[in-house]
């Protein structure tokens, strides 16, 4: 019987298929995962704990509850964005978000560009509801070329962009000069702009973003979640937000899919937002401390890295090694154990890069990379 073939044709993402490689190696020390490694804030358990007591267990509204909507939409002012409650709406996870509005957005055959490196679930949902993707190169140090973007626009006209900042895997936030290139690249095209703003609470630097220039407003669809912020990955809660027009038709593929968020962990997400902010400034700083280490380490073993802005990942440059992205993955893993993710699992432009997620314990980080300086030595 012939299954989906638009569903075959996607593969299984190149971080889990790496994955799964390294958890048949005994004794290994994974740096691959995209998970904080800090517990979830006492605040944001406290009110899943109180919401279940009080038995608030029932379907939500599809978009969520409108209180949390309301604590997103000043969240989001802090940072000059502007959606009121009414244009957003709760999904389970950024992951749902994303395939929700590919999927409400797109038409068979219709073209959207992405980053040549990036998070890999861009390019499934867009084939898996018929698109089709157009990479957009980066330059050597990760940010955006932007001859080449506005190239691409022209040439194959596309109905929406993706954009990733703080980018996972890359670490690099956009600078405000960059920013200010990007609205003008895209201020007079008419296309649609997705932004995944995942690790908007990951900054470590100046915070500069697509969605604060109202002129955009009317055409952007921003994903955020709080799998990152509040250390809560398992929980599931994540938001959409858009003006009306886009919203509803998002809002209509949600509710055939998950009818809302689950409720307990809006009710969580909303003790956050209300009384855990402090943990944001403990995990940037705590973040930045080993960024620094890991930077520093990797310089010093003569590897090329752009220091990340954001985010936990980072993403150096294998390429003096004469060694493929893959099969330096492999060897490390085969030799010392340590693993890291091929840069080819975020796209065509990862080859040459490793991504090293940096958000585990200072020992665990110091020993993978003793034994990665001693593989590289002894190469
Ligand atoms: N966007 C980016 C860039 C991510 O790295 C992730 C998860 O790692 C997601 C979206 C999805 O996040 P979640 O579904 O856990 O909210």
Redesign the pocket.
């Known amino acids: 019987m012939n299954l989906s073939r638009k569903v075959e044709d996607i593969e299984i993402s190149g971080i889990r298929k790496f994955y799964n490689k390294v958890v048949k190696v005994e004794n290994s020390i994974s740096l691959t995962l995209?998970?904080p490694d800090f517990k979830i804030p006492k605040e944001v358990k406290a009110a899943m704990k109180q919401a279940i007591d009080e038995d608030k267990t029932t379907y939500t509204s599809n978009e969520g509850i409108f209180e949390l909507r309301k604590e997103i939409s000043n969240y989001l002012s802090n940072m000059d964005i502007k959606f009121l409650p009414e244009e957003i709406c709760l999904?389970?996870?950024?992951?749902?978000?994303?395939l929700d509005t590919f999927t409400a957005v797109l038409n068979p055959g219709d073209k959207v560009l992405i980053p040549s490196i990036?998070?890999p679930?861009y390019e499934s949902c867009v084939k898996v509801v018929g698109g089709d993707v157009i990479n957009y190169s980066l330059k050597d140090d990760l940010s955006i070329d932007f001859e080449s973007l506005r190239e691409s626009i022209k040439k194959h006209k596309p109905k929406a962009i993706v954009i990733?900042y703080p980018?996972?895997p890359t670490g690099r936030v956009l600078t405000k000069k960059e920013c200010e290139e990007l609205h003008n690249a895209l201020m007079d095209e008419e296309l649609l702009i997705i932004s995944?703003e995942?690790?908007s609470s990951i900054v470590f630097e100046e915070y500069h973003t697509i969605s604060k220039y109202e002129d955009l407003k009317d055409r952007l669809i921003l994903?955020g979640?709080?799998?990152?912020m509040f250390s809560m990955?398992g929980i599931?809660?994540?938001y959409v937000c858009a003006e009306k027009w886009l919203l509803q038709n998002i809002v209509k593929v949600h509710q055939y899919n998950v009818s809302c968020a689950p409720s307990i962990g809006q009710y969580g997400a909303l003790g956050g937002l209300k009384n855990s902010m402090y943990h944001i400034e403990h995990i940037q700083k705590d973040l930045k401390e080993r960024r620094d280490y890991v930077y520093s380490r990797l310089l010093a073993m003569g590897l090329e890295a752009k220091k990340p802005e954001g985010?936990f990942y980072i993403f150096p440059s294998i390429k003096r090694t004469g060694m493929t992205s893959e099969e330096f993955c492999e060897k490390l893993l085969n030799e010392t154990k340590v693993a890291v993710v091929p840069g080819t699992a975020f796209g065509p432009g990862g080859e040459g890069y490793v991504r090293i997620s940096y958000c585990y314990d200072r020992e665990k980080l110091k020993e993978a990379l003793n034994l990665m300086e001693e593989f590289l030595y002894n190469l």
Not at 91 to 98: I, K, W
Not at 225 to 228: I, V
């Open positions: 995209g998970e999904t389970v996870g950024g992951s749902e978000g994303l990036a998070y679930a990733s980018s996972n995944d995942m690790y994903i979640g709080f799998s990152k990955t599931r809660v994540g985010a």
